[in-house]
């Protein structure tokens, strides 16, 4: 039978939207307060926003405040807190800087990394078990053990290794710069239960597996398969194409920024990250609209920005952060597993996202369509940019991989097939590129959306 999707505070269970809201927002107010009274910076937004720490009662209020953080915001009070403090975390770091017991930051490919996963031993005391009830959510448990191939150390997964260790399971961390034959290598000897990476990974070791260990990756037995960092399993010829292979069922997880635990479900059809903990922050209730800013009322089917405010954190606690993940929210009671909670669909980045004709598309959408026709495409594509986004001249350029040998009859109409069922779903027409499989470069992180021929 599946299994009913539960909140990691049980006294959840049952209540509606606006019911944890309610419960939620005295714990808001004591956050305010702390963030108010710990950080100039704070107090400086609320100042700049004409607001009082007394103004923000409930979530509502919240929701009424403008963003105080971006990316760039959170680099430049880095630097700030460098050369006036001494040290990297920011001038928004709440708690002494000797109380820090673990930090993670971003990759740092678009810019200096920002230290948003930095925490202290009460922050990680707190996460870590709403880490570990999501995992224990797709049968992870004692025993089992984790491949687990991220970029490792000061990166933002590493704490997701506490949650593994909480559960008794095994976490057998791999860096992913070590490169596949060491993961497969690895698999082979450590006989892993569950293997977390990128989607991207995951897929490219099913072609890999066979011509390093003989044998595919079926093999490998697993019980499951957890990915996350970039959109996967949402789009169902990825599920399809991971659960075929590993034969195993394939679970989509996330904590962007640290926050907002996810999880996905037992489900035939992906039902979207599942919302298990909302005491850790508001960011499932707090959506904007990428482009204008302003607020997004919090409905089934609503699409935005995720604004993240941290309920219970002392490090470099969050607030109103547009940390730049687009999602689409279903308040409906889950499907597959019955949920009640908030469930986000991830849409894309914000900075992914381009404007083609008055359209918003995100390059996600347009795998999606591509990835209709395996296989006689192999799912690599990339969006060739000849500006910087978001702004694209029409037509949108899209490589895309072919599979197996298709004369250039037949590559015409397989790149005409592909343009109308883009346009059918996201109304643009894109000039299509066939180009030979193996063409696109592939990688075992995150996989790029854009090829950038203008830099
Ligand atoms: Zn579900």
New binding site residues.
């Given amino acids: 039978m599946k299994k009913r999707?539960s909140y990691y505070m049980p006294e959840m269970d049952g209540l509606s939207i606006p019911e944890i809201e309610a419960m939620l927002a005295p714990r808001l107010r004591e956050q305010l307060k702390y963030c108010y009274d710990s950080s100039r910076y704070y107090k400086e937004k609320f100042k700049q926003a004409g607001a009082e720490l007394g103004d923000i009662q409930t979530f509502e209020d919240l929701r009424k405040l403008p963003v105080f953080m971006t990316k760039e915001d959170e680099r430049a009070c880095q630097e700030e807190s460098r050369q006036k403090l001494g040290h990297t975390f920011g001038t928004h770091l709440c708690a002494p800087v000797d109380e820090l017991y673990l930090t993670g930051t971003t990759s740092g490919t678009t810019g200096v990394p920002t230290f948003t996963y930095t925490f202290t031993k009460n922050d990680l005391d707190f996460l870590a078990p709403r880490l570990a009830h999501r995992l224990a959510l797709c049968g992870v448990g004692k025993g089992d053990r984790g491949l687990f191939c991220f970029t490792l150390g000061i990166y933002a997964t590493t704490m997701t290794l506490w949650g593994l260790r909480l559960l008794g399971a095994l976490p057998i961390d791999i860096d992913a710069r070590a490169g596949t034959d060491t993961f497969l290598k690895f698999a082979d000897l450590t006989r892993p239960t569950h293997l977390a990476c990128t989607p991207s990974l995951a897929l490219y070791l099913i072609e890999k597996c066979p011509k390093m260990l003989g044998y595919p990756v079926s093999e490998l037995k697993l019980k499951g398969l957890l990915t996350t960092g970039e959109p996967g399993i949402a789009n169902p010829a990825i599920k399809k194409t991971l659960e075929e292979s590993y034969q195993c069922p394939s679970f989509d997880y996330w904590s962007p920024a640290g926050h907002a635990p996810g999880i996905?479900?037992l489900?035939d059809e992906y039902?979207g990250l599942?919302a298990i903990a909302p005491e850790v922050c508001t960011s499932y209730f707090d959506l904007i609209d990428p482009i204008s800013g302003e607020s997004v009322p919090l409905e089934d089917g609503a699409v935005g920005q995720m604004v993240h405010t941290s309920l219970h954190r002392e490090a470099c606690p969050l607030v109103k952060y547009a940390y730049g993940d687009v999602v689409k929210i279903f308040l409906g009671e889950?499907?597959?597993?019955?949920?009640k909670g908030i469930?986000a669909k991830l849409v894309g980045r914000a900075d992914d996202m381009l404007i083609v004709k008055g359209v918003n598309v995100y390059p996600a959408a347009v795998r999606t369509e591509v990835m209709k026709f395996k296989p006689q495409v192999t799912g690599q594509m990339r969006i060739v940019l000849d500006s910087p986004p978001p702004r694209v001249e029409p037509p949108l350029k899209l490589k895309v991989e072919y599979q197996g040998n298709l004369d250039q009859r037949e590559l015409d109409a397989l790149a005409e097939k592909i343009a109308q069922a883009v346009h059918d779903t996201l109304r643009m027409r894109p000039k299509v590129i066939m180009v030979p499989e193996g063409d696109l470069p592939r990688h075992t992180r995150k996989t790029p959306v854009f090829e950038k021929a203008y830099e």
């Fill in positions: 999707f996905s479900c489900s039902q599942h889950c499907p597959s597993c019955g949920f469930r």
